[in-house]
């Protein structure tokens, strides 16, 4: 396997089917996935120059990450691959500066807690959700 943060490396075609079927984004538009991986650093995990994963980091590139769309091909996953591309993230030397990375997830806390990441305070962090209407 072979990780790289070349965003020319992203496969959109094998990783957009990907996002639109999961439950952060279900049914976002082609054209919403494009532009936030043009906009953001990328991470991707090749077998055979296959894709076979990608995590994305939302970032001003100086002070703020939102670790985002980390994704594993489902007959690959529990092999370390999506721990594998945010450390590639964590340690790329564009991001040096970052006081805060953030992430939301359901289910895979067990994927980034060894990592460094933990829960957020409440009483700090607010949220705003616009109507997915705008996204789908």
Request: hydrophobic letters at 45%; glycine letters at 6%; a positive charge.
């Amino acid at each position: 396997m072979e990780i790289s943060t070349d965003p020319r490396r992203v496969q959109l075609d094998v990783v957009y089917p990907w996002l639109r079927a999961s439950y952060w984004s279900p049914g976002i538009r082609r054209e919403v996935v494009e532009c936030a991986f043009a906009n953001s650093l990328v991470a991707g995990a090749y077998v055979d120059g296959v894709q076979v994963g990608v995590a994305r980091v939302a970032t001003d590139r100086a002070t703020f990450a939102w670790l985002c769309d980390v994704v594993v091909s489902e007959p690959l996953r529990g092999r370390g691959i999506a721990r594998t591309l945010v450390r590639a993230l964590l340690d790329h030397p564009e991001l040096a500066t970052v006081r805060r990375w953030t992430l939301g997830t359901r289910d895979a806390h067990e994927v980034y807690r060894p990592l460094g990441f933990g829960p957020v305070d409440p009483k700090v962090f607010m949220q705003y959700l616009p109507d997915p209407a705008r996204w789908t």
